[in-house]
């Protein structure tokens, strides 16, 4: 039975006050949300303790913190990513993992063209060297390229990757995608996406963008023996997970010369150390983990995390449990 009548969700992510004020005019009816007050283990025990439901973004959830766990009926996701839940622990404790695609899918798409764009047209340069008094209306033009025309090597063709091609239809790019499972003939054809082995792709594509999850599979999936592969003058865009790369073999391709340029918003340790060596590198833009990050995603993403709850709250299954 909820407490006091009221389900409580304890949000495992101390978040401003804004953010809270968003997430809470999406709560329905009969629930109660609380927020941890810092990313300690004690504010995460006391949380575990009073949750009927445990709402997390980026908060580890190990085996020895799920011990607290009283009475919590589901653990839900507000992504798709979830390699910091002990998802083996919990289901042992009969508490469901569920994941919500929900509220993903555009602001990632979106992002992706922005790391593009913010690389192509040498935004840091352009914006820097303008607030410091330089006008190189000329002298960035060499350096400077269109999407238009240019080769998009999707690595990973779901939800997300399909919403890029969608949106490289409008850039004029061509599409060429690699995944384990492969595309529709309608899906493909509707969006004008070629399948290629992974190492053709690498090799034709001017831009390889990565949206695939983090599994033990996937760990540096791009490493020296596949940056070695990839396209000379090529980018690399990763608003995936950081474990997709090995970092240090990206950042000797970057110096070498091989790739034109790095768009991350993931690292393999987040937040990255400030002396991270990417982070100094001119032909680099980064941003903190934010592709998903929008008042537009957040609101869809609670409305459906949600709606979850309240199927666990009337007796029903979960969507999008991790089995």
Request: include cysteine; charged fraction near 20%; proline fraction near 6%.
């Amino acid at each position: 039975m909820p407490q006091n009548n009221q389900w409580v969700v304890y949000y495992m992510e101390a978040v401003p006050p804004d953010t809270a004020r968003i997430i809470a005019s999406c709560l329905p009816p009969g629930f109660e949300l609380r927020t941890v007050r810092d990313y300690s283990d004690d504010a995460a025990r006391e949380a575990l303790q009073q949750a009927d439901f445990l709402l997390v973004a980026t908060r580890p959830l190990p085996t020895e913190l799920l011990a607290c766990a009283d009475h919590v009926r589901l653990i839900q996701h507000q992504g798709v990513g979830y390699d910091r839940t002990d998802v083996k622990a919990a289901r042992a404790r009969g508490i469901p993992v569920a994941l919500c695609p929900e509220g993903t899918t555009i602001g990632v798409a979106e992002h992706t063209f922005l790391l593009i764009l913010a690389l192509y047209k040498q935004l840091r340069l352009a914006e820097t060297s303008l607030r410091a008094g330089e006008w190189r209306q000329f002298s960035l033009r060499a350096g400077s390229f269109e999407i238009a025309g240019k080769t998009l090597g999707l690595v990973g063709f779901g939800r997300i990757g399909q919403a890029v091609a969608s949106r490289a239809k409008a850039f004029e790019a061509k599409v060429i995608y690699t995944d384990i499972v492969r595309a529709s003939d309608n899906v493909a054809e509707d969006l004008d996406a070629e399948f290629l082995p992974m190492d053709d792709l690498l090799a034709k594509a001017d831009i390889v963008s990565l949206h695939l999850p983090a599994t033990p599979q996937t760990r540096h999936l791009i490493n020296p023996t596949t940056l070695a592969k990839m396209k000379l003058g090529s980018l690399l865009i990763n608003t995936a997970r950081g474990s997709l790369v090995d970092e240090a073999a990206l950042l000797e391709a970057l110096k070498a010369g091989h790739l034109l340029g790095a768009g991350l918003d993931v690292f393999e340790k987040e937040p990255p150390d400030p002396d991270n060596p990417l982070l100094s590198l001119p032909n680099v833009v980064v941003t903190p983990h934010i592709a998903a990050g929008t008042q537009d995603a957040l609101v869809t993403k609670m409305k459906a995390a949600f709606a979850n709850m309240e199927r666990v709250a009337r007796g029903e299954p979960a969507l999008h449990v991790i089995e």
